[in-house]
């Protein structure tokens, strides 16, 4: 053994065997949804300071964030092409081809018993969050990972933002699979998404059909700190 090659150290064998592929496009879709992430924060301020109307104009602008406006002398069906071939969901097309591959690593990293596989800023969060794409389940739990192992919260992730969209779904993924064993560690994700520098402008953001499953949330609960309904503005509906 060298005097460079220490006990524990990687060897060539180890990363001979470490995809490296992989590790490219999670880096890729983590820098993409980290650019969409300012793309939208952009958007959201700018609709706040134009005063748009209704929350349907506010979230058009949040969703149309990454969109660009025509170029000096570009004609519509040009622009329509552009369009065309740039994707609408930024995060989707940096995934992996193999859906099953895909499925299985993000099982292993929501589910994992190893805290170092939590998301610990909003755009790793985020960018796992929506690989779950429609499995409730597996959202569910990946939430609630935080407050039971404790070692990264959901304060710390969403501290200086918290995407309507994503504190939308969280909160509809809380109110379907709630079961009262839970009820403390569910109460702790609320907390935690709460303490975001943006979460009042995301409640003023929501319609009237989120705020009626935080309603619906907030009921279930056995008994839940008077502050934290205000917080969410149920307090008159709980």
């Known amino acids: 053994m060298s005097s460079f090659e220490k ?14 592929d992989k590790l490219e496009k999670e880096l890729e879709a983590t820098a993409a949804a980290e650019k969409q992430y300012w793309l939208e924060n952009d958007a959201k301020i700018r609709a706040v300071k134009q005063g748009v109307p ?12 990454h969109l660009k406006p025509l170029e000096k002398g570009e004609k519509v ?10 994707p609408w969901n930024t995060h989707a097309s940096n995934f992996p081809n193999s859906e099953a591959a895909d ?3 993000l099982t292993c990293t929501a589910l994992s018993s190893s805290a170092e596989n939590l998301p610990s800023n909003h755009a790793a969060f985020t960018l796992q969050w929506k690989r779950c794409g ?6 569910y739990h990946f939430l609630l990972r935080y407050p039971k192992e404790g070692n990264i919260s ?19 993924v809380l109110n379907d699979l709630f079961t ?31 705020k009626a499953v935080l ?13 934290l309904k205000q917080v969410y503005r149920v307090a008159q509906s709980v």
């Open 77 to 86: 069906d040009q622009a329509f092409t552009r369009s065309r071939n740039q």
């Open 215 to 227: 309603y619906s949330l907030f009921s279930k609960f056995s008994s839940v700190n008077s502050e």
């Open 54 to 65: 209704t929350y349907d104009h506010f979230r058009e602008m949040v969703m149309g964030a």
């Open 7 to 20: 006990e524990g150290s990687p060897t060539e064998s180890d990363f001979a065997q470490f995809n490296f």
């Open 180 to 210: 009262v064993g839970d009820e403390e560690n569910v109460i702790t994700v609320l907390e935690h998404l709460s303490t975001s520098k943006r979460f009042k402008l995301t409640i003023d953001f929501l319609s009237k059909g989120e």
């Open 103 to 105: 499925k299985k690593d």
């Open 154 to 172: 959901l304060s710390q992730v969403f501290k200086t933002d918290l995407p309507s969209g994503i504190f939308a779904d969280c909160c509809s």
């Open 134 to 139: 429609n499995d409730s389940n597996l959202k």
